[in-house]
């Protein structure tokens, strides 16, 4: 549902002065390892980081039925694929679910990427780095290298640090490394890297509420049997 509501979004986004990608994995990750991922790019730009489809193919029909084998074969629900457009160029944007995200580095869907997530001193880490693969077509020459290219991880809870995130933790739980499209289709390698705990922050605040429930509760009931015995005492003592 997440990822969803983030494409519908990406207009209003864009128009809020936030940063636009030119090719973006965007991850929403669970404290279990399962997430979901949204994939968008200039089709050249699939073709040079995927390998997928050809450079300049028109076929977008093709381009989806491609990506939607590619995901399928690297084991991801896949829940949409569609072409957008942003100032008249196509997207190619791939919606998909996973089990384990630390079993998406170097599937077929993720040739250009290497991640893991694991438990360490009672923490979580995420632990991974993107960079074009050395096997990946070469991209044609007239292909544009202008604009970003970003990987961007919403995370499930309290984020202690990271390394090198380009605006360091963004709304509480986000993080997201970049660099220059051209510096990517150059080989340029982003190191990804988080510390974060091992409790949901839904889960955190369920606790902390059920338990607030809970000290509320006693107290009421202290408080019943506290009126209760002083009312049998007056009762006691009046007779």
Known sequence: MLPRLAAGLGLAITLSGCPTYEYEHEFWL???GSGAVNVTG???????FKGLGEAGDP????????????????????????????????????????????RLSFTPAFPDL????????????LEGSWHRPLDAPSPGPDTDREGLMAVRFHLPSKVYSHRNAAEGVERGTILGWRQGVGQALDGGLLDLGAEMDQ?????????????????????????????????????????
């Open 114 to 125: 290497r991640v893991a997530l694991y438990e360490e001193g009672g923490r979580l880490r």
């Open 199 to 239: 409790r949901s922050i839904l889960f955190s605040t369920v606790a902390l509420f059920g338990g607030a429930v809970v000290l509320a509760v006693l107290l009421l009931a202290l408080a019943l049997w506290a009126v209760a015995r002083r009312g049998r005492r007056d009762l006691e003592r009046s007779a």
């Open 59 to 102: 076929d977008e029909a093709a381009a989806k039925e491609a990506a939607r084998e590619l995901f399928a074969r690297s084991g991801l629900t896949v829940e949409r694929v569609t072409i957008t457009r942003r100032g008249g160029r196509p997207y190619l944007f791939v919606s998909a679910e996973f089990d384990d995200v630390s």
């Open 42 to 48: 200039r089709p050249e730009l699939w073709n040079a």
């Open 30 to 32: 669970n404290v279990d």
